[in-house]
């Protein structure tokens, strides 16, 4: 038990849809990560959030967005889906230098 | 070149052998490796974290380190049936703001 908790558990959408998930984790995690996980690949990095501003970002397009809340929980936005957005979605949470926790991870379907 | 690479395919141990993963990576800086279990459908777990040279060792997992050559691996001693996962290899590299670089993960199957 991780203490993050992310939500829905899964969605399906359609092409140039928008989606919003969410992650919540146990007070004192200031620092939140978000993760797309392609079938059969690693983890890939997308951004991360520490008290509510974002803190680097990986390899995606601006579609890609982000918020953190005072209360340390987060949100990932995409915009205008597209089928290679199909993955699962990771959010990491992290106190100080602590190594990076999951949640149980969004599945993300676009037909 | 990958930042971080796990080139073996999928591991078929008998139950009770040891499993041996290996991993290299790319930026020489790099202070902080993980090894991360995912079961099939589920979200990866941390099992081990190491940060210095050498061995650590956690129950039946020993995590190996080598900065000079590059090299992480990790070794699961008395292989279970419910070792039977893919364990992905993490690294924080130097420059990244926090942000944790995986390999593509190796699968091991538990033969009882």
């Known amino acids: 038990e991780t203490g993050v908790t992310q939500s829905p558990t899964h969605l399906i959408k359609t092409r140039g849809q928008q989606v919003t998930l969410r992650c919540s984790s146990q007070s004192g995690h200031n620092t939140v990560s978000w993760y797309q996980q392609a079938l059969g690949q690693g983890p890939q990095f997308i951004f991360q959030?520490?008290?509510?501003?974002?803190?680097g970002r990986g390899n995606f397009p601006p579609r890609f967005s982000g918020l953190q809340f005072p209360n340390y929980s987060s949100e990932l936005n995409v915009n205008a889906l597209e089928l290679d957005d199909s993955a699962l979605y990771l959010c990491?949470?992290?106190?100080?230098?602590?190594?990076?926790?999951f949640g149980d991870g969004t599945r993300l379907s676009i037909l | 070149q990958k930042e971080v690479e796990q080139n073996s395919g999928p591991l078929s141990v008998p139950e009770g052998a040891i499993a041996s993963l290996n991993c290299t990576y790319s930026?020489?800086?790099?202070?902080?490796f993980f090894w991360y279990r995912q079961y099939s459908g589920k979200s990866p777990e941390l099992i081990m974290s190491i940060y210095s040279n050498g061995d650590k060792e956690d129950g039946r997992f020993t995590a190996q380190l080598n900065k000079a050559s590059q090299y992480v691996s990790l070794l699961i001693r008395d292989s279970q049936p419910s070792d039977s996962a893919t364990y992905l290899c993490a690294v924080l590299p130097y420059y990244g703001n926090n942000r944790l670089a995986f390999g593509k993960g190796n699968q091991v199957v538990v033969i009882p």
């Open positions: 990491a949470t992290q106190e100080g230098n602590q190594p990076q926790h």
């Open positions: 930026d020489r800086g790099s202070q902080s």
């Open positions: 959030y520490y008290r509510e501003e974002e803190n």
